[in-house]
C-alpha cells in the first residue's frame, strides 16, 4: 500500500459514462475536462486525491482491468460477461439496467420449445452459447454480428436473436418480441486481483462510498 501510487480507473464510453461520472462527482471525486465530449485527450488526473482515469471501448474496460493496466473498471454486466477476464466483480451500480434476451418473431417460440437446430444472431456471442449449450442444452449455430442485430429474423439471416432490449422498442418497432429472458443487467465496478491485496483500504473505503449513494438512489 502507497499513498503516492495513483489507483486507475477504465471507463466505458457510451451509454453509461456520463452516468459513472456523475456517481464519482457525488462521492466528491471529479474527473474534471472528462465532461467536455470535444476534447480528445484519453487520460485525466485527478491530483489531489491521487487518482486517473481514461474511457476506452466497453468489451476493453475488463481487459484493462484483467492485466492492471486499469485497478478498476466500470463496464456493463453483459461486457463483464462477453469478455470473461479476471477480476472481482465488486459493486452493482444499478444505472444502466436493461435485460439480456431471446427475441424474434412469435412464430419462434415454437422452434425453441422444440429444441430445433436453429440460427442465432448477437452481438454476444459467449453469452449466447453459454445459455443454449449449458443451461438449455440445446444445440445452435450462432452468428456473431455488430450492431442492429434486430435485422437477423427480419432479413432470414437467422431465427432468433440474443440482445440487450431496456423499453423494448426496436424490438416493437420491428415486429420481434422477447421470447425468453436471460438475465437482467446493469453497470458493475471490477477490480483487479492485485490491485485489491495491494490496495485494499482504499479501494474498500471506495466501494462502501459508492454503495451508500447507490443504496440511497435505486
Ligand atoms: N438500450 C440499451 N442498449 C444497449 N446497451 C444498453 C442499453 N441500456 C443500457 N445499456 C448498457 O450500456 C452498455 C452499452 O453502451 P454503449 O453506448 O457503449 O452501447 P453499444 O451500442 O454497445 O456501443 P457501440 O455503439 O460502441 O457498439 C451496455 O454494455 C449495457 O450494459
Ligand atoms: O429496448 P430498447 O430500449 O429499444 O433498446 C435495445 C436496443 O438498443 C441496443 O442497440 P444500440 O442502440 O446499442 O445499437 P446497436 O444495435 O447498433 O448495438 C440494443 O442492441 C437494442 O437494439
Known amino acids: 500500500m502507497s499513498e503516492d501510487r495513483y489507483l486507475t480507473f477504465a471507463?466505458?464510453?457510451?451509454?453509461?459514462?456520463?452516468?459513472?461520472?456523475?456517481?464519482?462527482?457525488?462521492?466528491?471525486?471529479?474527473c474534471g475536462e472528462m465532461y467536455d465530449k470535444k476534447s480528445r485527450k484519453l487520460i485525466f488526473v485527478n491530483e489531489e486525491k491521487k487518482l486517473r482515469f481514461f474511457l476506452s471501448k466497453g468489451p476493453d474496460v475488463p481487459t484493462y482491468v484483467e492485466y492492471g493496466a486499469a485497478d478498476?473498471?466500470?463496464?456493463?454486466?453483459?461486457?463483464?460477461?462477453?469478455?470473461?477476464?479476471?477480476a472481482y466483480e465488486v459493486l452493482d451500480l444499478g444505472f444502466g439496467a436493461c435485460r439480456m434476451c431471446v427475441c424474434g418473431p412469435a412464430s419462434a417460440k415454437e422452434l425453441l420449445l422444440h429444441h430445433e437446430r436453429i440460427r442465432v444472431a448477437s452481438k454476444y456471442p459467449v453469452i449466447a452459447k453459454d445459455y443454449f449449450y449449458n443451461k438449455k442444452h440445446q444445440t445452435v449455430d450462432i452468428i456473431k454480428l455488430n450492431g442492429s442485430v434486430e435485422l437477423g429474423p427480419i432479413v432470414g439471416l437467422s431465427d432468433v436473436i440474443v440482445d440487450i432490449v431496456e423499453t423494448g422498442?426496436?424490438?416493437?418497432?420491428?415486429?420481434l418480441?422477447?421470447?425468453?429472458?436471460?438475465?437482467?443487467?446493469?453497470?458493475?465496478?471490477?477490480?483487479?486481483?492485485?490491485?485489491?491485496?495491494?490496495?485494499?483500504?482504499?479501494?474498500?473505503?471506495l466501494i462502501s462510498q459508492l454503495k451508500n449513494v447507490v443504496d440511497k438512489d435505486y
Open 72 to 86: 478498476i473498471g466500470v463496464a456493463g454486466k453483459d461486457t463483464i460477461l462477453e469478455e470473461n477476464k479476471r
Open 169 to 175: 422498442s426496436t424490438l416493437k418497432e420491428n415486429g
Open 11 to 30: 471507463l466505458a464510453k457510451g451509454r453509461l459514462a456520463d452516468k459513472t461520472l456523475e456517481l464519482l462527482a457525488q462521492i466528491g471525486i471529479s
Open 177 to 205: 418480441e422477447v421470447l425468453e429472458e436471460i438475465c437482467p443487467l446493469s453497470a458493475r465496478m471490477i477490480v483487479n486481483q492485485v490491485s485489491m491485496q495491494m490496495e485494499t483500504e482504499r479501494i474498500r473505503n
